[in-house]
């Protein structure tokens, strides 16, 4: 069935250092791809998205791109913030009905 | 905007207690959806509906009942409460299906079964 595997947590980094989160998934067809960040008390919101292969998603200097090859949607900020502290999900719809979500990465960023 | 508000935010209950969480947005959004999320397990669909008087299962249903009454509410009810049902459940929402959907979601409702 569908499924979606992110990158164990919990990732801590310094303020200004690079940030990858890998995200692989498996899937029939061609889902679309989405990043969802969740703050403290907080529920979900929508930080990017990508719906066919070779697209990039990016917002607010986060950055991932769709590749059918590999079956990833990696997450990328070239300098995390402080405020960039939150815990990040990967999923993807394949049809629009259902949602498949990682289990979830929590980002520490110390300054 | 409200967008999609989820009520109560916190609920204790013994085991065998039934409840429902009250879910309702208010942008006219053909889908609604249910989800539950437990450490390690990210977030798991329970039930979703894309329309008035439509409703279907998700991964997780059992033990959880929903009716979808009108557009804007979609509540979930608990008829007999295990403390296997003890997460954060989330509401969420999309102006209709599709794979580009984004997902708006509430704030969460936390429940402890004891």
């Known amino acids: 069935g569908d499924s979606v595997t992110q990158m164990e947590g919990p990732v801590t980094l310094s303020e200004e250092a690079f940030l990858t989160i890998n995200c692989t998934y498996t899937?029939?067809?061609?889902?679309?791809l989405f990043w969802y960040v969740q703050y403290p008390g907080e529920g979900l919101q929508l930080l990017l998205k990508?719906?066919?292969?070779?697209d990039k998603g990016s917002n607010k200097g986060f950055e991932a791109t769709y590749r059918k090859e590999t079956t990833s949607f990696h997450l990328e900020k070239g300098s995390v913030q402080v405020s960039d502290s939150a815990v990040y999900f990967c999923?993807?719809?394949?049809?629009?009905?259902?949602?498949?979500f990682g289990t979830g990465t929590s980002l520490t960023v110390i300054p | 905007n409200a967008g999609v508000t989820q009520t109560p935010k916190f609920q204790v209950l013994k085991t065998g207690q039934s409840m429902t969480l009250q879910c309702a947005q208010d942008?006219?959004?053909?889908?609604m959806s249910w989800y539950r999320q437990d450490p390690g397990m990210g977030l798991r669909l329970i039930h979703y509906?894309?329309?008035?008087?439509?409703?279907d299962q998700g991964e997780v249903p059992n033990g959880y009942n929903v009716s979808r009454s009108t557009t804007e509410d979609f509540p979930l009810r608990l008829l007999s409460a295990a403390p296997s049902q003890t997460s954060v459940y989330f509401c969420?929402?999309?102006?209709?299906?599709?794979?580009?959907?984004?997902?708006?979601f509430g704030e969460g409702s936390r429940l402890t079964v004891l």
């Open positions: 999923a993807l719809t394949p049809t629009g009905n259902q949602f498949y």
């Open positions: 899937a029939t067809g061609y889902p679309s």
């Open positions: 990508a719906t066919k292969a070779d």
């Open positions: 942008m006219n959004h053909e889908y």
């Open positions: 509906s894309v329309g008035a008087g439509i409703t």
């Open positions: 969420a929402s999309i102006p209709d299906r599709g794979t580009t959907g984004e997902l708006f």
